[in-house]
T-cell receptor
């Protein structure tokens, strides 16, 4: 298996622009998680899906953030409009059995908003 | 709120020694604790999971302990090697959802 795939690996954009991050989970994994990692706050859960349905989005910082999972093999995290404080590494992870069990992380997308 | 804390100071040890990393949590005991390794520029990689009714878990040179009295988990790497140098994250799961709360990680450097 190729593991969790994320694209792009790096994104540099100007403040106010729309940013879309993409994730392909491991086939057969029913749970998908979006995290954000910064030096100050560490790794924070933004939202997670179970069987393509958003279950908990309490970690999404603002209405500027939205996530979708149209099918079992694809998810997007969108920021519109982007701000410099959104600069971070965004990880997607998937799990077969849920958050209690091992999660498989993608390589991350490093977002820089100038 | 349920917090999980790791020593933010880097740990430097000599090759061949045992590295011990600490994870402390507040409030009630997590049902599970997980440990991950993260290398620079990469996503975390799962290492071990320990349940609250387990005192110890081993995998090759790795050992994790769970002390619900001290509200602490210890992560040991025996016979450490330079290749073990990385940041190690602990994470708690407390049930009632599928969320993990991660600590900020401890950076380990194994020197020759």
């Amino acid at each position: 298996d190729a593991g969790v795939i994320q694209s792009p690996r790096h994104e540099v954009t100007e403040m106010g622009q729309e940013v879309t991050l993409r994730c392909k989970p491991i086939s057969g994994h029913d749970y998908l998680f979006w995290y954000r990692q910064t030096m100050m706050r560490g790794l924070e859960l933004l939202i997670y899906f179970n069987n393509n349905v958003p279950i908990d989005d309490s970690g999404m910082p603002e209405d500027r953030f939205s996530a979708k999972m149209p099918n079992a093999s694809f998810s997007t995290l969108k920021i519109q409009p982007s701000e410099p404080r959104d600069s971070a590494v965004y990880f997607c992870a998937s799990s077969r059995w849920g958050g209690a069990y091992e999660q498989y992380f993608g390589p991350g997308t490093r977002l820089t908003v100038t | 709120s349920q917090k999980i804390e790791q020593n933010s100071e880097a740990l430097n040890i000599q090759e061949g020694k045992t590295a011990t990393l600490t994870c402390n949590y507040t409030n009630y005991s997590p049902a599970y604790l997980q440990w991950y390794r993260q290398d620079p520029g990469r996503g975390p990689v799962f290492l071990l999971l320990i349940r609250e009714n387990e005192k110890e878990k081993r995998k090759e040179r790795l050992k994790v302990t769970f002390d619900t009295t001290l509200k602490q988990s210890l992560f040991h790497i025996t016979a450490s090697q330079p290749a073990d140098s990385a940041t190690y994250l602990c994470a708690r799961f407390t049930g009632g959802g599928n969320k993990l709360t991660f600590g900020t990680g401890t950076q380990l450097k194994v020197e020759l």
